[in-house]
């Protein structure tokens, strides 16, 4: 069966542009979380949504925010983009339903690596 | 949320078996131990999870202590393939949302 499927895999941006990234969960999967991985911070929690509601957000300014649509597939938008967002973006889905047991497993996505100059 | 301590790095030989610890003194009597590896230039990796007894899969072998506070995993024949970092993290159970926290893991290099 298909995997998480991530798009764009690869792009530069210039400071003060927008970007809007891509996730396909696995079919059947109507949960999604995204993560933001740098050098220097590593893999940090941005957002998690679940039926097109975002149940839980990490500690990220505003100038990132998601989406989910009803067939559970997900994108996240950067404003005003600054030199520190340079990452690789990932995005995971899992089987979690309302309500999330700890034996939950996320199936990650290849991850979009954006490069702002 | 609730931290694990694992070793920033270690080496194995090819074909030899690797046991990675992690500790976790301040674990919950419901959080679930995973496993997650991350091969270079890829996304994570789902390895295993465990909450209270040994796993074995396809992949690997998790040994939870009895006391819970520490756990291993047991690569049982290291390849070149399994050179990666590995996380091992904590995850609640009955949160209403799901999120996982990583921290820096363990880099695991093969030798042929």
């Known amino acids: 069966k298909a995997g998480v499927t991530q798009t764009p895999r690869y792009l530069i941006k210039t400071r003060g542009q927008q970007v809007t990234l891509s996730c396909s969960p696995i079919s059947g999967h109507r949960s999604v979380s995204w993560y933001q991985q740098t050098p220097g911070q590593g893999l940090q929690f941005l957002f998690e949504y679940f039926s097109e509601t975002q149940r839980n957000k990490g500690n990220f300014p505003g100038r990132f925010s998601g989406r989910q649509f009803s067939n559970s597939r997900s994108e996240m938008n950067v404003s005003t983009l600054e030199l520190g967002d340079s990452a690789l973006y990932l995005c995971a889905s899992s089987l979690a339903g309302a309500r999330v047991g700890g034996a939950n497993v996320l199936t990650f996505g290849a991850g979009s690596r954006l490069t702002v100059l | 949320d609730a931290k694990t301590t694992q070793p920033n790095s270690m080496e194995s030989n090819e074909e030899e078996p690797v046991h990675l610890p992690c500790n976790h003194s301040?674990?919950?009597?419901?959080?679930?131990i995973h496993w997650y590896r991350q091969l270079p230039s890829q996304g994570p990796e789902y390895v295993i999870h465990g909450l209270t007894s040994n796993v074995n899969n396809r992949m690997a072998s998790l040994a939870i202590a009895e006391d819970r506070k520490s756990s291993t995993l047991i690569l049982h024949r290291a390849t070149l393939r399994d050179a990666a970092v590995y996380y091992c993290i904590l995850a609640e159970s009955g949160a209403g949302s799901y999120q996982l926290t990583f921290g820096k893991g363990t880099k695991l290099s093969v030798i042929p």
């Open positions: 301040t674990i919950s009597g419901t959080d679930y």
